[in-house]
Every structure is written in C-alpha cells, then in structure tokens.
C-alpha cells in the first residue's frame, strides 16, 4: 500500500479519489466499512472528496497567483529600467554641462554612479528631477531637457513606485496561496493515509475488497 505521505501530487489525487469514491460506492465494501467496529459513514469518504477538492482549488489559485506575481515582477523591472533610461540620460546630460567642481555638480548630484538597488534608485531620480523642478532657468537653457520632460521623467517613477507596490502585493499573495495550498495537500495527506490504514485493517482479510481501494502492499 502507498503511503499518502510521499505520494507525488498527481499520484495523490489519483489514489486518494479512487480510495474514498470506491469505499463510499461500492456495496461490498462499504457494507464491511461501515459495520461495527469500525463505523465509516457515507460522509466520511465525502468529507475526504472534499479535500481532494479543496487542493485542487489550492493549486489553481496558487498557479493563477504565482503567474500575477511572475509578471507584476516583469512589469516593476520594466518601470524601473524606463525610469533610469530617462535618468541616466538627463544626469549625463547635465555632467557634461557642468564640471566637477562646480556648485551645480554637487547640488544636482551628479557625482558617482547610480544606485543598482531599483527603490535607492528611484529615490535618487526622484529627489533629482524635484531639484531640477526647482531650476527652470537651468533647465530651459540646457539642450535636451525641458519641463515637459521634467514632468514626464516625474510621472514614469510614480508608476515605477505603483508597480513596486502592487510587485510587493502580488508577491504576498503568491505567498499566501502557496501556503494554502501546501496547508491543504498535507491535510489530504493525513485525512487519506489514516483512511487507508483504518480501511486496510477493515478489510485485512478481504485483499480482493483491498485491491477495489488500491491499499494491496506493492512489490
């Protein structure tokens, strides 16, 4: 007999639907079943029908959440690499103009290399296009920029932030779902193997009623 314990999932639904629909319907086994002492009812099978259901349910909505959380990641990483395309291009943009040692070089922050950390990132975009928000003068007198594009590269990181929020929702709830459906395969696991062993006792001197439930000892 199989151990519902390290039965793959497939396997699981297989024989645990096969265990409790068998001993629910077939007359001759239930008759033995359901006898004293051991007192199975029709419910009990269907109670096991239910969580065999139940993890079905549990691994459509954990695939159906693992692909929103797959592709809220792909969408964050989009946001994100369109934020510093527009960032990269303006700072250096403004590197050029300015040298080193000028006032605006550090007020612009334009030293050092830009975060590889996507929200460090988008923090320092955002606190840059506030400083040059406040410069119209130098914007408007520096080729390739504008307020216009100000406001665009503004809008792009409130919709990098947006999807990083809705990356870390959606990864929370991939979470929660993977662990519904483990909590619910493991409770199938424990409700079939007590069943099979209960059922096996039933009917320890019936293995053709035993063979009807799939609990004869494998070779």
């Known amino acids: 007999m199989a ?115 996507r929200e460090d990132l988008l923090k320092e975009a955002a606190d840059f296009y506030a400083r040059l928000a406040g410069e119209a003068d130098l914007v408007a007198a520096t080729r390739g920029l504008s307020a216009a594009l100000i406001t665009e590269a503004e809008a792009l990181i409130e919709e990098a932030r947006t999807a990083g929020s809705a990356q870390t929702k959606e990864g929370g709830d991939a979470q929660t779902a993977r662990t519904a459906q483990q909590t619910a395969v493991a409770a199938l696991r424990q409700h079939a193997g007590l069943t099979a062993k209960d059922a096996a006792a039933a009917l320890a001197d019936y293995p053709q009623l035993r063979e009807r439930l799939g609990l004869l000892e494998r070779s």
Do not use: C
């Not at 297989?14 to 007359?27: G, K, V």
């Not at 096991?48 to 990483?77: I, N, P, S």
């Open 3 to 117: 151990s519902f314990l390290d039965l793959s999932i497939p396997d699981l639904f297989r024989d645990a639907r096969d265990l409790y629909t068998n001993a629910r319907d077939d007359a001759e086994v239930f008759a033995i079943l359901s006898a004293e002492p051991w007192s199975f009812t029709a419910a009990d099978f269907d109670a096991g029908l239910a969580l065999v259901d139940a993890v079905t349910e549990a691994l459509k909505t954990e695939a159906r959440e693992g692909r929103e959380a797959r592709q809220a990641t792909t969408d964050y990483a989009g946001a994100v690499a369109a934020v510093e395309t527009m960032y990269n291009a303006h700072r250096e943009r403004l590197r050029d103009r300015f040298r080193r040692r000028d006032p605006e070089y550090g007020a612009l922050g334009l030293a050092g290399e830009t975060p590889d950390d």
